[in-house]
């Protein structure tokens, strides 16, 4: 009998954590079903996109990405998956090379496509998307081995429908499995050797709201998980960041004083213009809830820059309100319109060339933010994860509180967790250490 030989797949991401983690697990199940998994740079049968659609931006490097592998292969078969290639479809499958794109519902099946495609010539694309309203399914995802952390994803979807965002729209609403079912691929993450995991999904804080169970008890539960000695917690909406939770991270050996909390705007007028669930008070008084029992702690932010009716005057208010927040830094974001969003009609469009310039001020002011926090930091005694990669004779980890830390290059300290004291900033922005 013949054995048929698995195509070469290779894949890309854009977009957040939670694609990673996605795209991560696809090619782990590809990899078990013997598909070979190369380098995206390689020669391939298959290239393999995880799109996004939170911006523009994001879009264009689709393309730009699709018309790379034109210009440097030779015919090749390109499927999409992700948000995009669910908002997208038909536009998508017109692309020169695009042989499959399935939506939300589908992206897990991609290796059916796949096979029923062998031996096909490039022919029509399969398309491969349903309304998103029947999307329900939660497709289990976390990345093992090769690593020094993993994400797990935890929650899918939301049902907020901010004025600006595609999200409910490409995943559906919000939805996560049971704590056991997460416990159980924490302990395999725990058996390939990996000691940090990383909490994703879109809108985690919404966790268990079907399943009559929360965040806080998943958090209990992961804790118990033995050799998992790290859990980062990703970004989780303020009006969801709860004392409870709050507290039990203060006192979790566990649990990293790392948050990321997304602000979006520092004015009340554009906050409720693209309906967030908070003000300025109610973000200010959580951030200071926050630095009181966790005083270390990295907050990272999320802001948008230049969303409609967004006047000079309240940008000016949106600055000094994040200038004087004691968090430790933000990610920018350039308002973009979003096809089927509410705000696509809103009047007083802020123009491409004032959103560029804001966006440069709250960079300048994330950087400073940033480093003041570093500096802050030097003279403390942490614990620091160390990465396998050798960059220029350099090797990189993170501290429980997030500082990127840099020492010269030790093939016996990749992967391993390790005492240091922060000592000083370098001129690449990060943290030199004294290993203890």
């Known amino acids: 009998m013949t054995t048929i030989q698995k195509p070469r797949v290779a894949f890309y991401t854009l977009g957040c954590k939670l694609n990673y983690a996605e795209t991560e697990a696809l090619a782990q199940r590809m990899r078990e079903m013997g598909y070979d998994v190369v380098d995206f740079k390689e020669e391939a049968d298959y290239y393999v996109i995880n799109t996004c659609s939170v911006t ?62 062998l031996g096909d010539s490039q022919g029509d694309p399969e398309i491969h998307s349903c309304a998103i309203e029947e999307v329900h399914n939660f497709d289990a995802a976390f990345t093992q081995g090769g690593r020094t952390r993993s994400f797990l994803k935890v929650q899918d979807g939301c049902n907020y429908h901010c004025a600006y965002c595609t999200i409910p729209l490409a995943r559906g609403e919000s939805r996560s499995p049971r704590i056991d079912s997460l416990k159980q691929q924490a302990e395999k993450i725990a058996a390939a050797g990996i000691r940090e995991i990383v909490l994703t999904g879109v809108n985690i804080g919404d966790f268990g709201r079907e399943t009559n169970e929360s965040l806080l008890e998943l958090l209990k539960a992961l804790e118990k998980v033995e050799g998992i000695e790290r859990i980062r917690v990703s ?15 203060a006192a979790s050996a566990k649990l990293l004083p790392h948050f990321h909390i997304p602000l979006q705007s520092g004015s009340d007028t554009i906050l409720k213009a ?113 990465e ?49």
């Open 56 to 117: 523009q931006q994001a879009e264009k490097k689709c393309r730009q990405t699709i018309n790379k592998l034109n210009n440097t292969f030779n015919t090749p078969k390109i499927a999409l998956i992700g948000c995009y290639a669910q908002l997208a479809t038909s536009t998508l499958a017109t692309l020169p090379g695009i042989s499959i794109v399935l939506g939300t519902q589908d992206k897990f099946s991609l290796p059916a496509h796949i096979e029923h495609r």
């Open 235 to 249: 970004s989780v909406e303020p009006n969801l960041m709860t004392s409870d939770i709050i507290n039990h991270m």
């Open 274 to 386: 693209m309906r967030r669930r908070y003000n300025t008070s109610t973000f200010h008084n959580k951030i200071q809830e926050i630095k009181e029992k966790l005083p270390n702690a990295f907050i990272g932010v999320d802001v948008i820059v230049g969303f409609p009716g967004e006047t000079k005057e309240l940008f000016e208010e949106a600055y000094r309100f994040m200038k004087d927040l004691p968090v430790s830094f933000y990610h920018v974001f350039s308002y973009s319109d979003r096809p089927n969003t509410s705000s696509i009609d809103f009047a007083n469009k802020v123009a491409p060339k004032e959103i560029q310039e804001r966006s440069k001020q709250i960079n300048q002011l994330a950087v400073a933010k940033q480093r003041a926090f570093y500096e802050d930091q030097l003279g403390n005694i942490e614990q620091v994860l160390f």
């Open 388 to 436: 396998k990669t050798n960059k220029n004779q350099l090797m990189h980890g993170y501290t429980r509180n997030y500082i990127k830390v840099e020492t010269p290059y030790r093939e016996a300290l990749a992967g391993t967790i390790q005492t240091v004291k922060l000592k000083q900033v370098s001129p690449s922005g990060d943290v030199q250490i004294d290993l203890l």
